[in-house]
């Protein structure tokens, strides 16, 4: 089966309409997020990297890494960026009890405060993103760089995150050992050739 790295019209209507894919508008402004931190060793490369290109992103944290690395996270915010809940565990949505799920983002939202919410895996059922979104705004993407999967190559999450990114798009990268390699090659390559272009990247808004 293809990947698909990019958010497809058709793909959309599998999903509620509350879900948020894209942010729409009329500048050039580009969304950067990145799942799954705060990682030693790893944040704090993002972190130098973003602001050597003035550049604000969202980072959607998951509340065991912010517990075990306050400092880290708090760095985030210092550092003009936005936060979002990742549940505590990393847990997918699919395979969890709901009540179990809400707790865990439960737990999460006393360490992350934010009404960002991004799940894990992009898996959610239409009976939790109904109760979730009277208290979040769930944000979805447009672009997957593909940074976390083995078997492509750094070349690869740049092809994607230059070829599909436009105007409005929500990009995800991921701020995890795993993904480390790919994903700061791909960032780096990506904040300069859309700001050669004349973007802007901004945090999604709180």
């Given amino acids: 089966m293809k990947k698909i790295f ?3 019209w058709w793909v959309k209507p599998f999903f509620p309409k509350s879900l948020i894919w894209n942010l729409p508008n009329n500048d050039k402004i580009i969304y950067l997020t990145f799942d799954d931190g705060p990682t030693p060793g790893v944040t704090e490369k993002v972190l130098k990297l973003l602001k050597s ?4 992103a969202t980072f959607f944290c998951i509340g ?3 517990e ?3 400092k880290l996270y708090n760095e985030l915010l210092k550092q003009g960026h936005t ?3 990742h549940t505590k565990n990393h847990n997918n949505a699919i395979n ?3 009540a179990d799920y809400y707790e865990s983002i439960s737990q999460t939202s006393k360490l992350v405060k934010s009404n960002l919410f991004r799940p894990p895996y992009g898996r959610i059922k239409r009976k939790q993103v109904k109760y979730l979104k009277k208290q979040y705004k769930i944000i979805m993407w447009s672009v997957l760089s593909g940074d976390f999967d083995i078997k492509l ?4 999450c740049k092809t994607n995150v230059l070829r599909y990114t436009k105007s409005g798009s929500i ?3 991921h701020d995890s050992i795993k993904a480390k390699e790919k994903m700061l090659f791909a960032l780096k390559a990506s904040l300069k050739y859309f700001q050669e272009k004349g973007y802007r990247f901004e945090a999604i808004e709180i």
């Fill in 96 to 98: 969890i009890k709901d």
């Fill in 6 to 8: 990019v958010t497809t």
């Fill in 83 to 85: 936060v979002g809940n």
């Fill in 64 to 66: 065991k890494n912010v």
């Fill in 68 to 70: 075990t690395h306050p």
């Fill in 171 to 173: 990009v995800v990268f």
């Fill in 153 to 156: 190559s750094k070349e690869q």
């Fill in 53 to 56: 290109f003035n550049a604000k």
